[in-house]
């Protein structure tokens, strides 16, 4: 069961990024049918993160208490029905309605994968199981910008929204008829109350979710803005632009593959979250920043890319440890505890589109905005090396 459980929430992340990155591909047709500015589709990007954010903590003890067939049923439904109806919807006001109920759906998938894997995959298989699930993730982005840029130009955006929320139903048809829930036996009883109180007092996690809200940073600058930034710093085409970015995204899904394995077996050797996970995630989030700063002197479309693949390819390797140190933790509340972290993750969600599509109309570059990232991924590293000390971890 574990590796149907393991293909089950790689092809749910798959489709569930690719709802989210078809946008990022119709920015330009999107606002032409709609007359809005950046500004304006940064709320829209925003307001889809709202409603993810709503739902993270929520679905998290209903993961727990109910398991994840049902729970992630619910949100597959939900997130099927509204990306098919934004792709029907002529309202800008109606559209953005829409985009918060599909964050609400799509807020369950993250908490829903680890509390399966948490049900079905051993402790120290934990990282390389849930990296290669979350390669759905950078799949969808390295396989979004050429099929989503020759859809938009060949059907139009609409069509394109609309074949998505009906992919979602083919989805939810596999997972419906294969996926079980453990046995009463396997499985434990539900955490109490007192212990979800631990999972939001735990200095640990609180420093691994703000660095995940600085990975979410860099996550939703990718899916949101790329597009956008080389049509506007280096006029290109989307067609080109479609081919053209897809190297960060490869390099992530090698990087994600190479860290879960060489994780997993640090915490074979030493049992240690700390040196496994924590010292794992600050120094690939550290390289991150410091990639991005160049971006602010680039003037060549060729460099943009180059530093672009390193600071996406090293901020996303890091995101199997990220879920572990959840389950590594709270076995028992995993589906809460990584409701928590993807809580913080959405909040930049809400906040990262939005201000770097004001940052571009303040200054009309990405040079403000490529720094600013820089700065919050590097906060989340320091946070990590200062207050991430698990019990049972060294003091390095």
Request: hydrophobic share 55%; glycine share 12%; charged share 10%.
């Amino acid at each position: 069961m574990a590796n149907i459980v393991v293909g089950l929430a790689f092809a749910l992340g798959l489709v569930n990024y690719l709802d989210r990155v078809v946008i990022s591909y119709a920015v330009g047709p999107i606002q032409k049918d709609f007359g809005i500015d950046n500004a304006s589709f940064g709320l829209a990007m925003s307001l889809f993160a709202a409603g993810a954010l709503a739902v993270n903590g929520l679905s998290g003890i209903l993961l727990d208490r109910y398991g994840a067939r049902r729970i992630w049923t619910l949100g597959l439904i939900v997130w099927s029905l509204a990306m098919f109806a934004l792709g029907w919807i002529h309202y800008w006001g109606l559209f953005l309605g829409f985009r918060v109920i599909l964050g609400l759906g799509e807020g369950v998938n993250f908490p829903a994968m680890n509390r399966a894997i948490s049900d079905w995959v051993p402790q120290e298989q934990a990282t390389r199981a849930t990296a290669l699930a979350l390669l759905g993730v950078p799949g969808a982005l390295l396989i979004g910008g050429p099929l989503f840029s020759s859809l938009i130009e060949t059907f139009g955006w609409r069509e394109t929204f609309m074949a998505l929320g009906l992919a979602g139903f083919v989805i939810f048809t596999l997972w419906w008829s294969l996926y079980r829930e453990p046995s009463q036996e396997v499985r434990s009883a539900p955490p109490s109350w007192t212990e979800y109180r631990a999972v939001l007092k735990d200095p640990t996690l609180l420093a691994t979710s703000w660095s995940f809200f600085g990975f979410g940073a860099i996550l939703f600058f990718g899916v949101t803005w790329i597009p956008g930034y080389f049509e506007h710093a280096f006029d290109l085409k989307l067609g080109t632009i479609g081919w053209f970015t897809t190297m960060p995204w490869a390099l992530s899904i090698v990087g994600m593959v190479f860290v879960g394995a060489f994780s997993d077996r640090i915490f074979l050797k030493t049992g240690d979250v700390r040196k496994s996970r924590i010292h794992v995630i600050w120094i690939l989030q550290l390289l991150a920043a410091v990639a991005f700063i160049p971006l602010a002197l680039v003037t060549s479309s060729e460099w943009a890319i180059f530093w672009l693949t390193l600071g996406i390819g090293f901020s996303m390797s890091a995101n199997g440890p990220y879920y572990s140190i959840c389950t590594d933790l709270f076995p028992q509340s995993a589906g809460a505890a990584t409701g928590v972290i993807v809580t913080f993750f959405s909040a930049s969600g809400i906040a990262i589109p939005f201000l770097v599509g004001w940052l571009t109309d303040a200054t009309t570059s990405f040079d403000a905005a490529f720094l600013m990232l820089a700065g919050v991924v590097g906060s989340g590293a320091l946070g990590l090396v200062l207050f991430a000390r698990p019990a049972g971890g060294t003091s390095e």
